[in-house]
């Protein structure tokens, strides 16, 4: 329901309840289940549910600061004139420094899959160019590169105050299972990947460095070649390159990482398959709900599990402290998630 009145324009918008299905994760041979016989680790994630919501989006005349200041930055603010920048009809402001501006699944996700989401709920889907995101002054190059691709303005100014028609949601919350959707429309209108799929490889293998990356990288990589998988590196692409690229595969390869995002673009007609590898001591759920947006298949590869990995494993420490390092995986099992998803593709069932 969306209505305009003297205090601008709201909609409240319910998402639907969304069902996460389950998934097979392979792992490295070990004794877990048999002291004295080693095996194949298989797991099944079990599945799970994303409540209704209840969102409200608000168009109207006031003004926005940035709150989500570190200690840092807020003594920095004490010493930096700050100016209030005005911005007139029809310019639409979207103030997206309350959450991180450096991580571009932050930003597919709880910025422009928001805002689009707004415009959709207000009826004024074809009024994006309008629309100005405020950003942190450290906000990468290939951020503000996504979003000139995507036909938005940006404005970068981590202390600065700004007046106009400010657009938000009544509050912070989980949009993980409802973006989706509209990213693939805003897509298709703006005919971003209009070119032939046969101009991209159908299996791609999209790698890390640095943080996160596979100790034996070079001997999956031979692995996956085998099987026709094509490896990028997602920085070595342009923002439309990754964006096509990762659109027009059938199968997907991630090693766990903020590129994945891009995979919440995709048509629901593909029909592919992800095989997503983490590490045994930082797994999520966030790539099984992409896929049930996508309407792609999910397999987990887990890497192989070390001493430090079992106290996250256990519960005894946070399940943020071992998210950035590097991980091995398994050959047999990371083969074994690749001919489940070849199967999967060859019989019509991803």
């Known amino acids: 329901m969306s209505q305009i009145n003297g205090n601008g324009m709201n909609s409240t918008y319910i998402t639907k309840k969304i069902l ?30 994303y409540p209704e919501q209840e969102l409200i989006f608000t168009l109207a005349l006031g003004q926005t600061a940035c709150s989500n200041l570190t200690k840092k930055q807020k003594l920095k603010k004490l010493f930096t004139r700050n100016k209030n920048v005005t911005f007139n009809d029809p310019s639409i402001i979207f103030d997206a420094r309350f959450d991180t501006n450096a991580n571009i699944a932050h930003v597919n996700q709880n910025q422009i899959g928001m805002v689009l989401m707004a415009l959709s709920q207000l009826r004024i889907e074809e009024r994006y160019k309008d629309v100005t995101f405020i950003m942190q002054t450290n906000t990468p190059r290939y951020i503000q590169e996504l979003l000139t691709l995507l036909g938005f303005k940006y404005y970068l100014s981590t202390y600065g105050s700004f007046t106009g028609n400010i657009l938000k949601l009544s509050e912070t919350t989980d949009l993980k299972a409802a973006v989706s959707n509209f990213l693939n429309q805003h897509i298709n209108t703006l005919k971003i990947t209009e070119a032939k799929p046969g101009n991209y490889p159908e299996k791609l293998f999209i790698c890390r460095r640095g943080a996160r990356s596979l100790i034996n990288e070079a001997e999956i990589t031979e692995l996956l070649s085998d099987y026709g998988y094509k490896k990028i590196f997602a920085e070595d692409l342009s923002v439309s390159e990754q964006l096509n690229h990762i659109y027009h595969a059938k199968s997907l390869f991630f090693i766990h990482g903020a590129a994945m995002s891009f995979a919440m673009y995709r048509s629901t007609s593909q ?3 992800m095989i997503e590898a983490f590490s045994s001591g930082f797994s999520t759920n966030w790539g099984r709900q992409i896929c049930c947006q996508s309407n792609d298949h999910w397999i987990g590869c887990q890497g192989k599990i070390t001493t430090e990995d079992l106290e996250v494993i256990n519960g005894t420490a946070h399940p943020r402290k071992h998210q950035a390092q590097k991980f091995e995986l398994d050959v047999q099992a990371t083969e074994t998630a690749i ?4 199967t999967l593709l060859t019989n019509g069932r991803a």
Not at 31 to 41: A, E, G, K, R, V
């Open 339 to 342: 001919i489940e998803a070849q």
């Open 20 to 49: 996460v299905e389950g998934g097979k994760v392979y792992g490295a041979k070990n004794n877990l289940l048999d002291s004295f016989t080693i095996s194949l680790f298989n797991l099944h994630a079990p599945e799970f549910e």
């Open 271 to 273: 029909k592919g398959v």
